[in-house]
């Protein structure tokens, strides 16, 4: 690790969400508040697709939850970096990182993970309308397609200064998945309903 957490704490302290840091034993939010898929990376989700049932009424999507493109803040992420255990102990789906007024945040959870070479995918099943009216909103919006927008809060464990501005995040821990109007990368968008059709799954990707 060759920066340290105040220069993080410092930098991301305006940009609500991106950043989970652990103080005291208790995580805490940064804030109060172009790669194109390439032939290995070509998807990981048709091979998925062909093992799901999305027919009606199923609530589950896949969303592309990371890639390693510079972001808007300059930053990188390295996708083999990421450390999922204790996320998928607790797979939650999450709206905008559960910095609104909304008493609940839960969307619903996520079900598999799919890493491959430079994208994080992450197959999510929305709350029943029973459950939350909530999360239905969020879900019809999204299956109109009005949502396609995804975005992580992580944890940085390793990290380095990049060209970009930024930092290179090498190892970090997914701490949640959200929905987002507007996300801090731009490149985690969904690429269709529920994902491209000419995905295969690379050599390069990896079921978690």
């Known amino acids: 690790m060759t920066n340290t957490q105040n220069n993080l704490e410092s930098r991301y302290k305006n940009i609500?969400?991106?950043?989970?840091?652990?103080?005291?034993?208790?995580?805490?939010?940064?804030?109060?508040?172009?790669n194109e898929m390439n032939q290995k990376d070509l998807a990981v989700l048709n091979t998925q697709n062909e093992e799901t049932d999305f027919s009606s009424p199923s609530r589950m999507k896949w969303l592309k939850v990371a890639t390693s493109d510079p972001d808007r803040s300059g930053d990188e992420m390295i996708i083999e970096g990421a450390i999922t255990d204790n996320f998928l102990r607790n797979p939650q789906f999450l709206w905008s990182h559960g910095q609104t007024a909304e008493p609940v945040h839960t969307l619903g959870k996520i079900l598999?993970?799919?890493?491959?070479?430079?994208?994080?995918?992450?197959?999510?099943?929305y709350a029943t309308s029973e459950t939350?009216?909530?999360?239905?909103?969020?879900?019809?919006?999204?299956?109109?397609?009005?949502?396609?927008?995804?975005?992580i809060g992580f944890r940085p464990i390793e990290w380095e200064p990049n060209e970009f501005g930024g930092y290179r995040f090498t190892k970090w821990e997914l701490i949640e998945i959200s929905k987002v109007e507007l996300p801090c990368n731009p490149y985690a968008v969904d690429d269709g309903e529920p994902a491209s059709k000419e995905l295969t799954l690379g050599e390069a990707a990896e079921m978690i």
């Not at 598999?112 to 099943?125: P, R």
């Open 16 to 34: 609500p969400g991106k950043i989970i840091f652990l103080k005291n034993g208790t995580l805490t939010l940064a804030a109060d508040t172009e």
């Open 112 to 125: 598999k993970l799919v890493k491959t070479q430079d994208a994080l995918y992450a197959l999510a099943e």
């Open 132 to 151: 939350s009216e909530f999360a239905e909103k969020i879900f019809q919006m999204d299956k109109a397609g009005y949502l396609p927008a995804n975005s």
